[in-house]
């Protein structure tokens, strides 16, 4: 089992920068494939981006390709979120999701195939 706990949210303008950080415990993070989702209010939860278990292959919504950044350091059991450029759509509570990986290269992007969930920390981003 695994408890995750996310941190780094707040409050930015349309352009600024944020990074998330997921915190991990336990000692096997590195068998881990994991994930960040986000929910704004009135809507469903969606993928922003998900990284394998050694960090070599990652995927990205296409609305945030080329802005946000995810990646890992296995050696601190914690997952990152870098968001560039961001926009008032970004606005949401953001989620770290973790699922055991049975294989390096593998990444997930629906939030039915993860098993543990951060509590959420809330990103707003005014005009």
């Known amino acids: 089992q695994v408890q995750l706990v996310e941190s780094g949210g707040g409050l930015v303008q349309a352009g600024e920068s944020l990074r998330l950080s997921c915190a991990a415990s336990?000692?096997?993070?590195?068998?881990?494939?994991m994930g960040w989702f986000r929910q704004a209010p009135g809507k469903e939860r969606e993928f922003v981006a998900a990284?394998?278990?050694?960090?070599?292959?990652?995927d990205y919504a296409d609305s945030v390709k080329g802005r946000f950044t995810i990646s890992r350091d296995n050696a601190k059991n914690t997952v990152y979120l870098q968001m560039n450029s961001l926009k008032p759509e970004d606005t949401a509570v953001y989620y770290c999701?973790?699922?055991?990986?049975?294989?390096?290269?593998?990444?997930?992007?629906?939030?039915?195939?993860?098993?543990?969930w951060g509590q959420g920390t809330q990103v707003t981003v005014s005009s």
């Open positions: 999701a973790a699922c055991i990986s049975s294989t390096t290269g593998t990444y997930y992007t629906r939030p039915g195939q993860y098993v543990y």
């Open positions: 336990g000692r096997i993070f590195n068998m881990y494939a």
């Open positions: 990284i394998s278990r050694s960090g070599g292959s990652t």
